[in-house]
């Protein structure tokens, strides 16, 4: 058992978060089966819009890998299909029918794990499953030498997993056992209630956010030292649909979404259990001003909550600029660098999140601000100018393998040049895999 603690990061003091005593189950009509986060894999769908489909049966499939398969997690009619760039597919609209599951044939566990690679793709499992570096879906030859599962929450308004993991244990159970075979776990946690019988290392981890991060988690345990190295992360949804193949060929669809922000009343904050991808509309009404996720790495203009998103967050939008805003005291206001008033009670005070945008396109500022908030011993600053001269392999010896997206959020929040380095890092990310793996 090891243990992870840092100092380094930041818990921002956020008010209006949802109340987590209780739990309300809204049914919902309409979801969507969010693909964005997997365009890299050219799939084709094997349904049409007007087609019925069953939780459980292939929905698509990778066009230059044949055997890999998205399986369905809700059943009921195709009503819209939404593509991208290149026309790559982004999202298939169902409206939900109380339809039977589709029955397919289970992996058989007896096999070695060198056999049970390939089966992993046919039967769904890999879209699950995702590698280190660059947080990919696997292959059938990405045996991995470690895998890791992650239980902490740290980002601003998002809800613990204990709450979906006390009524699924037995799911969660079944997942963890299904993937011990493969390679040894070491799954981290900061909250007793994953602390059961289960054949993984723990550890501990404990600091402000983003310690929730994989990255902080296996550069502590089994570094990334090369593009080929293979590790393996998971997080607790990750882990109950692997459970719930194992044992009925179906992924897991619910999902536990906090509803919060400074738009909705205090009856309003709340969790919800839902269905992954449900129509925000159903969950939330006709609230304008929301985000699909978290205030950090969330998105607005959405219809339908994204893959990984447990949380809503609401906000009161900002109608007209402040008129000479550094003058003024600044009680109500969160800033690292105490150019507020509010800046020196950060213990004490909470604020709403800022949501305005706006600037204008500014240069670096010389100081090395970031990494008092940045656990990784990575320098951020020269790691994203490599990026922008696109020198890929003075990148890789300053960290680029270590690291993924999200884990610039708080970089981005504090960065008083507001640089969008989380898209600097995203989209570095996907040409160096384009150059590599061609």
């Not at 004490?348 to 010389?366: M, T, V």
Request: hydrophobic share 40%; aromatic share 10%.
């Amino acid at each position: 058992m090891g243990h992870i603690s840092t100092t380094k990061g930041l818990n921002l003091p956020f008010k209006n978060k949802a109340d987590d005593t209780k739990i309300i189950e809204i049914p919902i009509k309409m979801v969507c089966i969010d693909l964005s986060a997997f365009t890299y894999l050219h799939l084709k769908l094997l349904k049409e819009t007007g087609d019925t489909i069953l939780k459980g049966e292939p929905l698509a499939k990778d066009i230059h890998n044949q055997d890999r398969l998205y399986l369905s997690g809700v059943s009921g009619k195709i009503i819209e299909i939404q593509r991208g760039e290149r026309r790559r597919i982004t999202a298939v609209i169902i409206e939900m029918e109380p339809l039977l599951p589709a029955t397919p044939e289970l992996i058989n566990t007896n096999l070695a794990k060198e056999q049970i690679m390939p089966q992993l793709l046919k039967k769904g499992f890999s879209f699950y499953i995702h590698k280190r570096p660059f947080h990919r879906v696997i292959n059938k030859e990405d045996l991995p030498r470690s895998i890791f599962i992650n239980t902490v929450t740290s980002a601003p308004y998002t809800p613990s997993y204990k709450h979906i993991y006390k009524e699924n244990k037995a799911l969660f159970t079944a997942g963890v056992k299904f993937l011990e075979r493969i390679a040894p776990i070491h799954l981290i946690y900061n909250e007793q209630a994953f602390l059961n019988p289960l054949p993984v290392t723990f550890h501990k981890a404990t600091g402000p956010h983003p310690i929730q991060s994989p990255s902080i988690h296996i550069s502590a345990f089994d570094p990334i030292t090369a593009i080929d190295d293979v590790v393996w992360s998971l997080d607790v949804y990750d882990i109950l649909s692997i459970g719930s193949l194992s044992l009925y060929g179906v992924p897991f669809s619910e999902k536990i979404i906090a509803l919060a922000g400074e738009g909705f009343s205090q009856k309003e904050r709340k969790l919800v259990k839902t269905t992954k991808g449900a129509s925000i509309l159903e969950l939330i009404g006709d609230k304008k001003n929301y985000i699909s996720g978290d205030p950090l790495t969330g998105m607005t203009g959405r219809s339908y909550l994204r893959e990984k998103d447990t949380v809503i967050t609401s906000f009161i939008s900002e109608k007209q600029d402040e008129i000479l805003p550094f003058l003024k005291l600044g009680t109500d206001k969160s800033t690292i660098t105490r150019a507020y008033i509010g800046g020196f009670f950060k213990k004490r005070a909470s604020f709403a999140p800022p949501y305005k945008l706006g600037g204008e396109e500014r240069p670096f500022i010389a100081k090395d601000i970031y990494q008092p908030y940045f656990p990784l011993h990575i320098y951020i600053e020269p790691l994203i100018k490599a990026l922008l001269a696109k020198d890929y392999s003075l990148a890789i010896s300053l960290g680029f393998l270590e690291m993924d997206t999200d884990d610039l959020s708080i970089c981005e929040y504090i960065c008083p040049s507001k640089i969008s380095l989380m898209a600097i890092f995203s989209e570095a990310k996907e040409e160096y895999l384009e150059l590599y793996m061609n």
